[in-house]
């Protein structure tokens, strides 16, 4: 008797297997696993995504996070050894973009005298974004100086403007400039060296800020307008290139007043945006900036505006800090 209760159970537990395996095969539902764990979120929903930066590429330890706006950005932080390229390859061992090195010079441009001038031991610590070739936040140590400059980027309103971390305009307004308003300026190679382009629209009307003598100009459809005057009572020869048009009733030697009209803005050709480069050059042939000749004025934010400003002051110095940190794992 026990014996065949045996032989039933050994049957039933053989007819069941077979069945299992049966099913399995025949059924055309997907096979789904069930977890009891809670999904994976990449942030805490109490948290700001600052507090948890997303990590990174062990063979390129460069701290990333996200912007104010919710960009992706990156952090560098170096002492010059060379141009900023090379310092920069040097520490992270990759290649800055060309924009951005661009975009770093047009601000230590306002931050050191007016001149493109880098020194040994000078420092840079930024945010960038990439994509935009924007710098976000800068900070400059003047090795030679000794001083250290923070510069933001920030909207108050009217567009994105560099701001000093007092709440002033990095660029300052020439009050006695030959162009109307206060354009910005950025900056174009002409014979290896950067020169200021201001970017006024196009069509505008320039004119001349002092007595000037006429000595050269040409109008070119390759190169637009350009023109070269010596403001007399100063001995100072200025340029103009990327004129529109020229005014028809110009001549050469010819002696004019101040705020005759010598031409239309239009475009720089080597970078097709519009513009007229300006600068000027003393008798020895060396360059003059025109933040350095000209009267300037500063433009500081609203009280209005200095709440916000202050916010994203203290979202980069957060961020800087937490970038340092992290370095000090890699560096």
């Known amino acids: 008797m026990k014996k065949r209760i045996h032989n039933i159970f050994v049957l039933l537990f053989a007819f069941s297997i077979f069945l299992n395996v049966v099913l399995y095969f025949d059924s055309d539902e997907p096979q789904v ?7 994976f979120m990449l942030y805490p929903t109490d948290h700001s995504s600052l507090d948890f930066p997303l990590t990174y ?9 996200f912007s104010p706006h919710g960009d992706n950005i990156f952090y560098a932080d170096f002492v010059m050894r060379g141009t900023i390229a090379d310092s920069f390859a040097k520490r992270y061992n990759t290649k800055l973009p060309q924009n951005i090195v661009k975009n770093i010079q047009e601000i230590v441009y306002f931050l050191n005298g007016f001149k493109i001038r880098f020194r040994e031991g000078d420092a840079l610590t930024f945010f960038y974004n990439e994509k935009t070739g924007e710098i976000l936040y800068l900070k400059y140590k003047n090795s030679s100086a000794r001083t250290v400059s923070e510069v ?20 300052p307004c020439i009050t006695n400039g030959p162009f109307r308003g206060c354009p910005k300026v950025r900056f174009v190679y002409e014979n290896n060296n950067l020169v200021p382009a201001f970017e006024v629209p196009a069509n505008d009307e320039i004119h001349i800020p002092f007595l000037a003598k006429l000595m050269e100009f040409d109008q070119s459809r390759g190169f637009g307008g350009t023109m070269e005057l010596i403001y007399s009572n100063y001995a100072t020869r200025a340029f103009f290139r990327g004129l529109a048009s020229i005014n028809p009733s110009l001549k050469k030697n010819a002696l004019y007043k101040e705020k005759a009209v010598i031409g239309k803005s239009g475009y720089i050709f080597s970078d097709k945006k519009s513009g007229v480069i300006y600068y000027l050059r003393k008798s020895d042939n060396s360059i003059v ?24 002051r203290n979202f980069y110095s957060k961020a800087s800090e937490y970038a340092k940190n992290f370095e000090k794992s890699y560096f």
């Open 33 to 39: 696993e069930e977890y009891d764990e809670k999904p």
């Open 152 to 171: 933001y980027l920030f909207d108050a309103g009217n567009g994105s403007v560099y701001y000093t971390a007092d709440g002033y305009a990095l660029q």
């Open 289 to 312: 900036s025109p933040f350095t000749f000209h009267h300037t004025e500063g433009h500081q934010l609203s009280e209005k505006s200095m709440l916000n400003f202050q916010i994203l």
């Open 57 to 65: 590429d062990v063979d390129l330890p460069q701290f990333r996070t």
